[in-house]
């Protein structure tokens, strides 16, 4: 279920910190308590990806995917279709020389008029980077979203712990 505050756009890497523990997903959780959340629809498929990762290299166990899956199903997100943002995706992608995948959610931010909030370091550097000002203004770093919470209202999703 989401919070009732303000819609934001939140990418794979800081849904993957609300169900696997990492040293930032304190600040993830917060997020996580407060908004109501839009997503591109491949947001599903990069954390079955994530997922599978941490199985292959021995971070997380099959039970522990089982609980993220069904922890998962609490996430209710507003779901925008990618298709629709394939085109401009592939375009910013190559204007920014980075991967497709990341702009899909900066676009989906632009087109709410709305903040990505994001994990993805390399990303933030990107943006930095390249001085692209209008999309660099949309993507918003885990540790300055907390500039975000006083409009979010507070849901529950229980993390998965790790795999001894």
Known sequence: MSGDGEQIVVDSSVVAKWLIPEGDSP?????RARH???????LFAEIANILWKQVARGALGPADVEDALAALQHFKPRILP??????????????????????FYLLAAARLG????????RLLRKLAANHAMEWSALAVGLSEAAQLWP???????NPV???T
């Open 27 to 31: 600040q993830a959780l917060k997020l």
């Open 36 to 42: 109501k959340f839009v997503v591109p629809d491949i």
């Open 82 to 103: 990618s298709q629709s943002l394939l085109a401009d995706a592939c375009r910013l992608a190559l204007a920014l020389n980075h991967p497709a995948y990341d702009c």
């Open 114 to 121: 709305t903040v990505l909030v994001t994990a993805d370091e």
């Open 151 to 157: 409009y979010i209202k507070s849901y529950s999703m």
């Open 161 to 163: 712990r790790r795999a």
